[in-house]
């Protein structure tokens, strides 16, 4: 079994923002990603067998205001795991992407997403989204949306709305309350 669950995220606008912290979440989210699953991938293919599980989140169906790097990185890591998955489904190798919602970690404290309305909000239990992600994948699924009803119904609008209208409201849900 690989899990592959990197994930930092910077908050705030872009523009004017720090440029070395947006390629830091790229790098992380998406390089890292790409680059263990090249290498531990082959390992998987040649034995026939392997599960990957690999942590996208519901900001990968919705674009985000003042979380741009971090929602296009989580999207870019959703496509590559259903990608993957339809690659590797009949070489024995099951990949399945865990798209939680708001958890309760310190990725708001770290994203500088406190003062706003998603950081503020309840938040899944941690735990109960990794025992969902390993459910999933080991019973073989494409993909899960973990913890509350909110999440799933967020997952559900991102990716039936017109973009423009996700982004506007994920938006005011970014948006920092300090007016920044």
């Given at each position: 079994m690989l899990a592959l669950n990197a994930g930092i995220g910077q908050g705030g606008p872009f523009p004017g923002g720090n440029l070395s912290e947006h390629l830091a979440v790229v790098d992380l989210n998406v390089r890292s990603t790409v680059h263990l699953a090249g290498l531990l991938l082959p390992a998987m293919i040649e034995r026939g067998a392997g599960r990957v599980l690999i942590t996208s989140s519901i900001?990968?169906?919705?674009?985000?205001?003042?979380?741009?790097?971090?929602?296009?990185?989580?999207?870019?890591?959703?496509?590559?795991?259903?990608?993957?998955?339809?690659?590797?489904?009949d070489r024995g190798?099951?990949?399945t992407s865990l798209m939680p919602g708001p958890t309760d970690t310190n990725f708001f404290e770290r994203a500088d997403l406190e003062d706003t309305r998603v950081g503020q909000m309840k938040k899944d239990e941690a735990h109960a989204v990794a025992r969902a992600g390993l459910d999933a994948l080991f019973a073989g699924k494409d993909h899960v949306v973990p913890g509350s009803f909110r999440n799933k119904v967020m997952a559900t609008l991102g990716s039936h709305l017109p973009d423009a209208a996700n982004a506007r409201g994920q938006g005011k849900m970014n948006e920092p309350r300090s007016g920044t």
């Open positions: 900001g990968a169906e919705i674009p985000a205001p003042f979380q741009s790097t971090y929602h296009a990185s989580k999207s870019f890591v959703h496509s590559f795991a259903e990608a993957l998955r339809i690659e590797l489904q190798v099951s990949v």
